[in-house]
């Protein structure tokens, strides 16, 4: 009986909000159906480890330093998957559009120069501003690489924000178009394209990613691995398990994972505030990035592009690309997008590892 | 309170980093044009 009450008296205010936040996230992914194979496992294990006197804290802590803190080896594995599950062909068939996944990592550098700004140290800085890769693995990985001590709130904004991209993009890009460019009609000439290229094309990028920031290689080389037994033909099994059970495997015990850092002591600080805000901050100048390039680049074009589809270079697939094929059909029904903004959002996913990589390699891994 | 100095210091990251992307992005474009045009026949 002693040890109960003492379990009740051992109870924190702290832990409480933190038994709040873990139930907002739930909720997000249940009702709201934001990011749930992510949120809904964070959201329970926030509650887990902060239960008084947690036996689960340790557990998940061992996963913690086994699946992420050793070697990163859940999102590299994740990586697999996610590159087995893309499909890189409109892309491929219009490589130009890679400028707008370049351009739509602004919101990095720029968040990296603000969070300086507000004080955070380099390595700090740098794993906040990579929320605005949009890509929760890449997130993980530098962060964890330049020691960060603030992973699990850089973890909880990139996968809110990324789940949040169908409210947080359109306002922005309505403000930086206007409607007539709004309505700009963009031909879709799918050309095709040969296996042969989609097979050389993983191995290709791995090779120059690896030559220009040998850090991040692992980062490209796995996600370009996993696209390679996409594309080969000839392993087809291995290809449905990496974008099937391996994903979901790993999806599931990263997201309790990385609720090991969510304890209140660690998770309830000023600073948790000011990266959910840095975070959004990233995703807005993104975006704003990818539309301004092609905006710039409109004054040069005779046939010209839809500038909503640079916001789609934005990592966050394929919400992002749904998000401006939305946009175009309520300013005219007949404008499809969805092929254009497809293309420039798996170029975002590349340009988003590429931008990890080149954080590393400046601030130093 | 506002770090100056922490800002002047990562300019030059965003500066050296946006270019990288951008010199990274344009050897891929080149390479991957060249690809589609040398398998354009198959």
Known sequence: MEVLIQNFTDITLQQVIMWIIGGVLIYLAIAKDMEPTLLLPMGFGAILVNLPNSGAAAVIDHLFEIGINQHELFPLILFIGIGAMIDFQPLLTNPKLMIFGAAAQFGIFFTLCMASLFGFQLNDAASIAIIGAADGPTSIFVSQMLKSNYTAAIMVAAYSYMALVPMVQPPIIKLCTTKAERKIRMQYKGKPVSKRTKILFPIVVTMIVGLVAPD??????????????????????????????????????????????????????????????LGLVAFIVDTFGGVMIAKIMNLFLKEKINPMIGAAGISAFPMSARVVHKLGLEEDNQNFLLMHSIGVNVSGQIASVIAGGLILALVGG | MLHMDLLMQSLPIMGNGMLGIFIVTGVIIGVVTLLNKITSGE
């Open chain 1, 216 to 277: 991040a290689v692992v980062l490209i080389g796995f996600l370009m691995f996993g696209n390679l037994i996409r594309e080969c033909g000839v392993l087809n099994s291995l290809s449905e398990t990496a974008q099937n059970v391996l994903a979901n495997l790993i999806t599931l015990l990263l997201g309790i994972t990385i609720a090991s850092r969510m304890s209140a002591e660690e998770f309830l600080k000023f600073e948790t505030l000011l990266i959910m805000g």
